[in-house]
């Protein structure tokens, strides 16, 4: 029996799967994120993301310049400060490492880009955590949320114009909501980590920030075997005041990324983790993946499962090759 229905017609020429193509990705959907840090005369490569550096001041002023002219939709920084302690001090400090950066890439970009910062306190502290500790060790919630409240009032002065708090405290985003609103920064957007796991992909970020942590992040980040959980998550961020949620990592978590985004009426971001970017840099350098397309399609496939802005690493190169 010949076919009667023939899906592959609209398959037949580039033009018509164009035509036909149900997810787009573009420039403007992407956010690259940047790691700066303190006391560098040059930029320094991340061994395990190729690609990948820790800036200088200076480096990290052409980084968003370019992204700027590719059109991408904006920076997230993450600052590396030459001296940690047991509170993140240099991350309330208006002359820290990630403060001054947020001056200088508005500067910098002005309007162009939406300038964001990694609202968290795991690159400031001596014991690695993204919260402040108990006596006996265990991150501390409520006091760490203080801290955060400080924190987003540093970088607000600063002139960000999206907060990221990643710390995945109970309450975070009201706190900080609370906080700029109280000190007349009320057009500061908040994208919450809504859904953040206790990912192993995360692995090569802790090389790019030079972190301390002994152990993990399980009592505070989500189990992997959670989706439900992932959604109450953002429904919590949403009421508290959060503008746009995000899940992470994004390729391991493509069904929570669609079960959110189905659930929410704000914007979603995933964020295609370092550890999502080192196994397809390494698959590619050995010649065992071909890597342009190989991106495109981990990119696409973000895009598909619904998220509006996906923040990767490739985020430069994906917006040339969709140039080309
Ligand atoms: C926490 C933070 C982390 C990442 C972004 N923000 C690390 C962690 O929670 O351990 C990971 C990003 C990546 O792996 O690309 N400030």
Same mark, same amino acid.
């Given at each position: ?53 820790? =800036?200088?001041?200076? @480096?990290? $002023? !052409?980084?968003? #310049?370019?992204? +700027?002219?590719?059109?991408? %939709? ?110 007349? =920064?009320?057009?500061? @957007?908040? $994208? !919450?980590?809504? #859904?953040?796991? +206790?990912?192993?992909?995360? %692995? ?116 040339? $090759?969709?140039?080309?």
């Amino acid at each position: 029996m010949r076919p009667v229905v023939r899906p592959r017609r609209l398959r037949t020429t580039p033009a018509l799967r164009r035509m036909v193509a149900e997810t787009s990705l573009e420039a403007r959907q992407l956010v690259l994120p940047l790691f700066v840090r303190e006391g560098l005369e040059e930029p320094v490569p991340i061994s395990s993301m190729p690609g990948v550096v820790q =800036h200088s001041r200076s @480096s990290l $002023l !052409a980084a968003v #310049a370019e992204a +700027a002219e590719l059109g991408l %939709g904006g920076v997230m920084l993450f600052g590396i400060p030459e001296t940690k302690d047991a509170t993140g001090s240099g991350a309330v400090d208006p002359g820290g490492v990630l403060n001054l950066a947020i001056t200088d890439v508005v500067a910098e970009v002005g309007d162009a880009l939406t300038v964001m910062s990694d609202l968290c306190l795991d690159e400031f502290t001596d014991h690695g955590h993204c919260g402040v500790l108990t006596p006996d060790g265990r991150v501390d919630n409520d006091r760490t949320l203080e801290r955060y409240a400080e924190m987003a009032l540093a970088q607000a002065d600063a002139g960000v114009d999206m907060v990221g708090p990643s710390g995945m405290m109970d309450g975070q985003v009201a706190v900080v909501r609370a906080a700029l609103d109280g000190a007349d =920064h009320t057009d500061v @957007s908040v $994208l !919450a980590y809504s #859904a953040k796991y +206790a990912s192993a992909f995360f %692995g090569p970020f802790r090389e790019a920030v030079d972190s301390s942590l002994v152990g993990d992040r399980r009592t505070y980040q989500q189990d992997p075997a959670n989706g439900t959980e992932g959604v109450r998550e953002a429904l919590l961020d949403v009421a508290q005041g959060a503008d746009l949620v995000m899940v992470k990592p994004a390729l391991s978590y493509l069904d929570v990324v669609r079960r959110v985004r189905d659930a929410v009426d704000v914007p979603v971001a995933a964020y295609n983790v370092s550890g999502e970017y080192a196994m397809l840099e390494a698959a590619a350098a050995q010649g065992w993946i071909d890597r342009e397309p190989a991106i495109l399609e981990a990119l696409t496939s973000i895009r598909r499962a619904g998220a509006d802005i996906v923040l990767t690493y490739w985020a430069a190169e994906a917006a040339r $090759l969709l140039r080309s």
